[in-house]
């Protein structure tokens, strides 16, 4: 199986770093600060669209200034304010010994992803790293699992898009792929059972049961004999 893992929320928690930008972003633009639960909310979906969220969707050059003051803090320490979850190591180690190639499938910019994925010494268990341009090209979840389908040659029957956020399931379904709900990350039961994700793990372990339940169901149905369903 082909698993594509959703970064932020999934693979690491970025919380400190991230709020920490999002704040220093609006305080230079003089835009007071919601309370965290509400930039907490902006963990995993596109940067644009969360600072839409927050100044208005007709604020256009409100939110490219946003974003530059955003990146500009988070280039040099946000991403760094940042952790492993407890158990993701072992997980990516088993799913790699079981034979699974392993992708990052962040709408994050991919340069700022390969550096979080190097620095935390996550980078030997993946064979690429995909994220978004800074352009916004491939921010687009369900955008940027095409482009991953495409450029690997993977076949969406063989593939698996494991993230906390409903922008990993929607963007999975829409490219016929099997989505996983990551339960430890920031997307709520009820926002991924929303989505139409119907295979939900509560921690980095259970990923390795889940990923066999799906291959089980995929081997099950290429089985079976010409013309039963």
């Known amino acids: 199986m082909n698993l594509l893992f959703d970064l932020?929320?999934?693979?690491?928690?970025?919380?400190?770093?991230?709020?920490?930008?999002?704040?220093?972003?609006?305080?230079?633009?003089?835009?007071?600060?919601?309370?965290?639960?509400?930039l907490e909310s902006?963990?995993?979906?596109?940067?644009?669209?969360?600072?839409?969220?927050?100044?208005?969707?007709?604020?256009?050059?409100?939110?490219?200034?946003?974003?530059?003051?955003?990146?500009?803090?988070?280039?040099?320490?946000?991403?760094?304010?940042?952790?492993?979850?407890?158990?993701?190591?072992?997980?990516?180690?088993?799913?790699?010994?079981?034979?699974?190639?392993?992708?990052?499938?962040?709408?994050k910019p991919r340069m700022f992803a390969q550096r979080i994925v190097d620095h935390f010494e996550l980078v030997e268990f993946f064979h690429a790293v995909y994220g978004s341009e800074l352009d916004g090209t491939n921010a687009d979840k369900a955008d940027l699992i095409a482009h991953v389908l495409r450029v690997e040659s993977l076949s969406s029957s063989e593939t698996i898009m494991i993230g906390d956020r409903a922008h990993d399931v929607v963007g999975a379904k829409m490219n016929g792929i099997v989505p996983i709900g990551a339960l430890w990350g920031y997307g709520s039961l009820e926002e991924l059972i929303a989505a139409g994700v119907q295979i939900l793990c509560d921690k980095p372990g259970a990923l390795v049961e889940a990923v066999s339940v799906v291959n089980g169901a995929n081997q099950t149905v290429s089985s079976l004999p010409s013309g039963r369903e």
């Open 8 to 38: 932020d929320g999934t693979l690491t928690d970025p919380r400190e770093g991230i709020l920490a930008c999002f704040r220093y972003a609006l305080d230079k633009l003089q835009v007071e600060s919601p309370k965290d639960r509400i």
């Open 42 to 107: 902006c963990i995993g979906p596109p940067l644009r669209e969360s600072f839409a969220a927050l100044l208005g969707d007709d604020q256009h050059e409100q939110i490219e200034r946003a974003i530059a003051l955003y990146r500009k803090r988070f280039s040099t320490q946000g991403l760094y304010e940042n952790a492993c979850y407890p158990g993701i190591r072992q997980a990516l180690e088993q799913l790699r010994v079981m034979g699974c190639s392993l992708f990052v499938a962040t709408s």
